[in-house]
T-cell receptor, first 113, second 114 residues
Framework: AQSVTQPDIHITVSEGASLELRCNYS??????LFWYVQSPGQGLQLLLK??????LVQGIKGFEAEFKRSQSSFNLRKPSVHWSDAAEYFC???????????FGTGTRLTVIP | EAQVTQNPRYLITVTGKKLTVTCSQN?????MSWYRQDPGLGLRQIYY???????DKGDVPEGYKVSRKEKRNFPLILESPSPNQTSLYFC?????????????FGQGTRLTVV
């Protein structure tokens, strides 16, 4: 059975500091992997996705993620966090390509001045 | 503008009173789905549809119904709501069978059942 683990429920970083959000997955086939962001009171916005090819993928808002098959991980990174990045972040596996998403439990990011 | 539209955005209802949350997309997507979001549990899929008249259960389908009579619409029906269905609901749509695609989400419907 598939699973997506985001081990950090809540992370606090200072503005300008680097960020890494962890995501580990378990899935039988080659996974389609996604990171979504949810700002307070908003819907979900896609940050980036991995289907195949280059294991380092670039997304919007300066985010990137690296797919590591050997570690079953797809961690999200940003070199310098802005106050507007405060939100909840979800990692997801696409069980049928981009469809039929299975989400992790989310990581809430707080950014302090 | 490409979008997924849910209505209503907020709803308070009483136990047992049937309700429908509507979802409409304007991107000609074949695939549509419903999720519920609960604190500490992330988003869980309720039902999905791969095309008109084709629907199937997701991970948490109990207490919900759906229909897909038109490609653009995918309403979520709670025939007898209970307090444990108090949640934030999201509708999503995407193309089916395309490797490089993504799911688009509505703004969410916050449902409270008292």
């Amino acid at each position: 059975a598939q699973s997506v683990t985001q081990p950090d429920i809540h992370i606090t970083v200072s503005e300008g500091a680097s960020l890494e959000l962890r995501c580990n997955y378990s899935y039988g086939a080659t996974p389609y992997l996604f990171w979504y962001v949810q700002s307070p009171g908003q819907g979900l916005q896609l940050l980036l996705k991995y289907f195949s090819g280059d294991t380092l993928v670039q997304g919007i808002k300066g985010f990137e993620a690296e797919f590591k098959r050997s570690q079953s991980s797809f961690n999200l990174r940003k070199p310098s966090v802005h106050w507007s990045d405060a939100a909840e972040y979800f990692c997801a596996v696409g069980r049928t390509g981009a469809n039929n998403l299975f989400f992790g439990t989310g990581t809430r990011l707080t950014v302090i001045p | 503008e490409a979008q997924v539209t849910q209505n209503p955005r907020y709803l308070i209802t009483v136990t047992g009173k049937k309700l429908t949350v509507t979802c409409s997309q304007n991107m000609n997507h074949e695939y549509m789905s419903w999720y519920r979001q609960d604190p500490g549990l992330g988003l869980r899929q309720i039902y999905y549809s791969m095309n008109v008249e084709v629907t199937d259960k997701g991970d948490v389908p109990e207490g919900y119904k759906v229909s897909r009579k038109e490609k653009r619409n995918f309403p979520l029906i709670l025939e007898s709501p209970s307090p444990n269905q108090t949640s934030l609901y999201f509708c999503a749509s995407s193309f089916l069978g395309r490797g490089d695609t993504e799911a688009f989400f509505g703004q969410g419907t916050r449902l409270t059942v008292v």
